[in-house]
């Protein structure tokens, strides 16, 4: 047999673990472990501080999860929470912004001002972000679409908005 002591990536979501000055991903919801693995991967490619998730995701250790992440669970600072009021709340009490990523009827990203510390808010993939839950944040942001489709997968857009939030601070 194989026996083995393994060590949880995840860390408490408390104030000593998080950088007041830092930039989060906070995921809420977030059901296809595809579409997880892929954002822990472009979290750690663009810098992100850390990623948050509501313990409503998809399972950290999810064997998909950690294979397309491609390692990135072990660069990453993660944090699972048991609700999304208890994240917005914590940000709050630092003085992190926190962005809801909506379809419509928000800023456009690439004229948000993302220079300050501050979380994203990406929600569910069929359903988006609860409204109650982008009522918490302090901000709306939406990627601006054009043509005939209305939104993006969670993974894609995700990945949009961390490279404006990473490429070079103020757009507007």
């Known amino acids: 047999g194989i026996y083995m002591i393994v060590f949880k990536v995840d860390l408490p979501f408390v104030a000593e673990y998080i950088d007041k000055n830092g930039k989060y991903l ?14 822990l991967r472009t979290a ?27 390692g990135s669970t072990t660069r990453l600072d993660l944090f699972v929470v048991d609700s999304f009021l ?7 009490e630092l003085g992190i912004v926190t962005n809801a990523a909506v379809v419509r009827d928000g800023e456009n990203i690439t004229e948000f001002d993302f220079d300050r510390p501050c979380a ?14 982008s009522d918490i944040c302090k901000n709306r942001v939406t990627i601006s679409m054009h043509g005939n489709i209305e939104s ?6 995700g990945t949009i908005i961390l490279w404006e939030m990473f490429r070079g601070g103020s757009h507007g």
């Open 26 to 39: 906070v995921l809420d919801n977030l059901q296809d472990p595809g579409n997880l693995g892929t954002l």
């Open 44 to 70: 750690d490619a663009v810098g992100v501080s850390g990623v948050v998730m509501t313990d409503n995701c998809v399972d950290l250790y999810n064997p998909k999860v950690v294979r397309s992440a491609m």
């Open 86 to 92: 208890n994240v917005a709340t914590l940000f709050d």
């Open 120 to 133: 994203v808010v990406i929600g569910n993939e069929g359903k988006g972000l609860p409204k109650e839950h």
């Open 152 to 157: 993006l997968n969670a993974a894609c857009a």
